[in-house]
């Protein structure tokens, strides 16, 4: 079925989802609201301008993404990011500060706009799955360790997850009791629904609970920290008041903002699609990010993007399209509007129990373990320290963003993982292959890391294969690699078995003529066997510049191997 342009998460739906969503949406919007003016604080601007760029986003992104589970809306990342850029530009008065949070909104909007447009989402790739699995790993520790403060009812500590962490722990003397038995009683009771009563809605429960606790036993006059007033009411619409020029130089940190938003919303809506098993877009996910931004922004909102706490607990609360987040966004417009008394008195213990306990879940320390041991004995032992880049990437990604903060860690985590995706490129693996006893051409060495019989060389035949395309950044080490191997063996014939050779650059080309020509003066030959097309197109189009003619094919190695062995 093709999906359709507008809300592509209704396309099929089912009425037996309807309470599913419903009841998702309700939990979503009791954790969204509070979490929203807490974010909002972190930007530094009035608590309600949270809850103005909720509405828009929710449905916005709807309408536009690929998640049938992500939550989109203000996020303490990219808070905090809004922050540092609206600060450089040293506003004088409150209107000021909130029209350059605005701005800074719907010019990040615009750019995953334009990144969309210029189908950038293939940019994703390149951040590696392994440095989201870091990166995820890393901001759910800061999210945690961010919210413990407000649990324990003790000062809240700025900067990285180490100078939140350091914050904790000079504050655990002056930790409030009544606060930290209150908040305790809350995760526990979110955690224990969640193992024996998973479809009850632990979120809400915990929300309820708290709030009838400040009611009924006067928290609040024991210290008990809570939400407070919020002011109710429709936001103004419109561009915010500024100069032309001062959009133009919110584009440089907008892009910052643009890679943090993005690499979050994206990490948390592929972690609920492989759960429930379809696929995401990452050209609709700027789409669906860069229209919520720009609604957020036009409506004297804040920047906002994929929430990994409240997708945690949509997900957890059954979700089973967008209507879920309609549904919060209604019920936070009905906020605005009517009920916004009913978060005045919400502990802001209760809150953190809440977005503690839907986070903890993504601190898959499991995963970094699996991808540690993936590489085992056997790949380490054939392939050396590249057995293990993909768990170097994403312990990067983890510890840069638990150092350095969120948008160093992730750069840290993207840089290396392009530079391990060179590395690898640059050196691959040459097998020399031998006979098995089934007549199969195999990695002799792998054989032996096995503790299998190395199998049966053929007398005068070297034959190797290379485990990557050839193209420049490769060509000199695998010319190395089998001049080496041929000095070693002393071969009359070199067969190259090209099966796993997918393609083959011009540089590549010369250099294979460039080795026929070393294996020449050496006594022995060098021939191509199962060759691709686009390999054999290039080996016929790429003259040898007097170095001589290109190698021999042949269909199958056993094929070359006969035919220059005529008694084999």
């Excluded at 209704?10 to 509070?34: C, F, I, M, N, Q």
């Excluded at 109710?232 to 419109?238: A, K, N, S």
């Amino acid at each position: 079925m093709v999906r359709p342009r507008v809300f592509p998460s209704l396309a099929g739906y089912r009425r037996a989802w309807l309470s599913r969503d419903l009841l998702a949406g309700l939990t979503v919007w009791a954790v969204l609201v509070p979490e929203s003016l807490a974010y909002a604080t972190i930007a530094g601007v009035d608590p309600v301008v949270g809850l103005y760029a909720a509405v828009p986003s929710l449905v916005l992104y709807a309408a536009a993404g690929s998640s049938r589970h992500l939550v989109v809306g203000p996020m303490s990342a990219t808070a905090a990011l809004s922050a540092g850029v609206v600060a450089a530009f040293r506003p004088g008065d409150d209107a000021a500060y909130l029209a350059l949070t605005s701005a800074t909104a719907l010019v990040t909007g615009l750019l995953c706009l334009l990144a969309a447009l210029l189908r950038a989402g293939f940019l994703a790739a390149f951040i590696s799955a392994p440095v989201l699995k870091g990166f995820i790993v890393g901001l759910a520790l800061t999210i945690i360790v961010g919210q413990v403060p407000a649990l324990l009812g003790i000062e809240k500590g700025e900067g990285s997850f180490l100078e939140k962490s350091v914050a904790v722990v000079r504050g655990l003397p002056d930790l409030d009791v009544v606060t930290t038995v209150l908040g305790a009683a809350c995760l526990a009771v979110v955690l224990l629904l969640r193992r024996y009563a998973p479809r009850v809605p632990g979120a809400l429960v915990v929300v309820a609970l708290g709030v009838v606790a400040v009611l009924t036993l006067g928290l609040q006059d024991a210290g008990v920290q809570v939400v407070g007033p919020i002011e109710p009411g429709l936001p103004p619409l419109g561009l915010p008041d500024l100069d032309l020029s001062t959009y133009g130089e919110l584009v440089g940190p907008a892009a910052g903002v643009v890679l943090v938003g993005f690499a979050e919303a994206l990490g948390a809506a592929r972690a609920y699609a492989d759960r429930a098993g379809y696929d995401i877009d990452p050209d609709r996910e700027l789409l669906g990010m860069g229209l919520a931004n720009v609604g957020s922004g036009l409506v004297s909102g804040m920047v906002v993007n994929g929430s990994l706490s409240k997708t945690a607990v949509n997900g957890g609360a059954g979700a089973r399209s967008q209507l879920s987040g309609m549904t919060a966004a209604a019920l936070t417009l009905a906020t605005l509007l009517l009920l916004t008394p009913l978060f005045e008195p919400l502990p802001e213990a209760a809150l953190a129990a809440v977005v503690i306990a839907a986070v903890v879940e993504l601190v898959d320390v499991a995963a970094l373990r699996r991808l540690w041991a993936l590489a085992g004995a056997t790949g380490r032992g054939l392939y050396g320290n590249a057995a293990r880049y993909d768990a170097y990437a994403a312990l990067a990604a983890l510890l840069g963003v638990l150092v350095l903060d969120t948008l160093p860690g992730l750069v840290v985590g993207v840089v290396l993982s392009l530079f391990l995706l060179l590395a690898r490129a640059s050196r691959p693996h040459v097998a020399v292959l031998v006979r098995d006893e089934h007549g199969t051409w195999v990695d002799v060495a792998r054989r032996v890391a096995l503790g299998r019989a190395p199998g049966a060389p053929v007398p005068g035949v070297l034959v190797v294969r290379v485990d990557a395309g050839l193209f420049f950044a490769n060509a000199d080490t695998v010319r190395s690699a089998v001049r080496s191997l041929a000095r070693e063996q002393q071969p009359r014939l070199v067969v190259l078995d090209a099966r796993t050779v997918p393609f083959v650059d011009s540089a590549a080309a010369e250099m294979l003529a460039l080795l026929g020509r070393d294996l020449r003066r050496a006594g022995a030959r060098l021939v191509v066997a199962e060759d691709v097309g686009q390999v054999r197109d290039m080996l016929r189009a790429v003259a040898a510049d007097g170095d001589g003619p290109p190698p021999e094919r042949y269909r199958t190695v056993d094929e070359a191997v006969t035919a220059e062995r005529p008694e084999d």
